[in-house]
């Protein structure tokens, strides 16, 4: 199985709310990044946290990461429209692992 | 900006045929990937290069091969196309300590073989 796997796969939500998108991993990690795509487009880097760091914000971004779950969360706060993309977080050791993505559809 | 380039957004090739998907990146990068992306599987790396003339196989290499004459240009050729290999192709290229820095992908290759 994928070595990053978020949570849940799909996400609806009302522009204005918030969306939480949760990914696990399995084995030691340096980094932890997450990404946008946009339909049918490449990935876009949003965020970078350290394997010593536990919290990091960029805008509306809000990631945290907790080694000993290996778990790391992603927020977007007061969501719009154009925040629909599918999300992945990839890991990396030696070489970048992603997972399977989330979905997220912002409704107007 | 950095800026990946792919040079095809569709492409319709025939069983058998000889496939080859060009990525070019204009930042003076170390490190390309080569990704392909499948419903439910998300990315899974088929192949990757930290300096000209190396390769290294990712978790997928069966059924392709590459080629990385030049720093900026990282080519990813399939050699007798099957419709398994069907997928969306992604290109990506990061700076030296790769798994430190974040990626940069190009736009990506929608690939269909008949």
């Known amino acids: 199985s994928q070595q990053g796997e978020e949570d849940p796969q799909a996400l609806s939500i009302q522009e204005g709310e918030n969306a939480t998108m949760n990914c696990s991993y399995k084995t030691s990690i340096n980094n932890l990044q997450w990404y946008r795509q946009n339909s049918g487009r490449g990935l876009v880097h949003l965020i970078l946290?350290?394997?010593?760091?536990r919290e990091k914000h960029s805008g509306r971004l809000r990631v945290t990461l907790d080694t000993s779950k290996k778990s790391s969360s992603l927020l977007i706060t007061a969501s719009r429209a154009a925040d629909t993309a599918s999300y992945f977080c990839a890991t990396s050791d030696y070489k970048y692992i992603f997972g399977t993505g989330t979905r997220l559809k912002v409704l107007a | 900006d950095v800026k990946v380039t792919q040079s095809s957004r569709y492409l319709v090739k025939r069983t058998g045929e000889k496939v080859f998907l060009e990525c070019v990146q204009d930042m003076d990068h170390e490190n390309m990937f080569w990704y392909r992306q499948d419903p439910g599987l998300g990315l899974r790396l088929i192949y990757f290069s930290y300096d000209v003339k190396m390769k290294e196989k990712g978790d997928i290499p069966e059924g392709y091969s590459v080629s990385r004459e030049k720093k900026e240009r990282f080519s990813l050729i399939l050699e007798s196309a099957s419709t398994n290999q069907t997928s969306m192709y992604l290109c990506a290229s990061s700076p030296p300590d790769g798994t430190y820095n974040e990626q940069f992908f190009g736009p990506g290759t929608r690939l269909t073989v008949l």
């Open positions: 946290i350290r394997s010593n760091e």
